[in-house]
């Protein structure tokens, strides 16, 4: 289970506490920032069957902790690769903007090496 809109002061057992409330809580995983070590204002809460975790989310779905209304969804399987939007390497489609071939810069015409050419004759 999904939960975010966390404040930076909730911990572990904040959140270990709060949803034993709706059954056995299996584990509670906060991720920090790699930079200050702050938590990063989401947490992932796993349960012992899915029918306390569906509880859960319809008990603690827009609930107040330290002065926020927690968002609890259901987590959702992070696809292996690059993250959306970007294309793996050279060519292909799928990133941002417009397709390769429209992306190459126009010719500047005449304008290019106009002095050497003038400089050469």
Partial sequence: MFVGNLSDYTTQGDLQTLFAEAGEV???FLPTDRAT????????????????????IEKFEGHELE??????????DRRSGPPSGFSGGGGGGGGFGPPA???RPKPKGSRRNLR???RSL
Avoid: Y
């Avoid at 002065?67 to 959702?76: L, M, P, S």
């Fill in 26 to 28: 299996v584990e509670v």
């Fill in 37 to 56: 070590g702050r938590p990063r204002g989401f947490a992932f809460i796993e349960f012992g069957d899915d029918g306390q975790a569906a509880a859960a």
């Fill in 67 to 76: 002065g926020r209304k927690i968002r609890v969804t259901e987590a959702e």
């Fill in 101 to 103: 071939a429209k992306n």
């Fill in 116 to 118: 050497g050419r003038k």
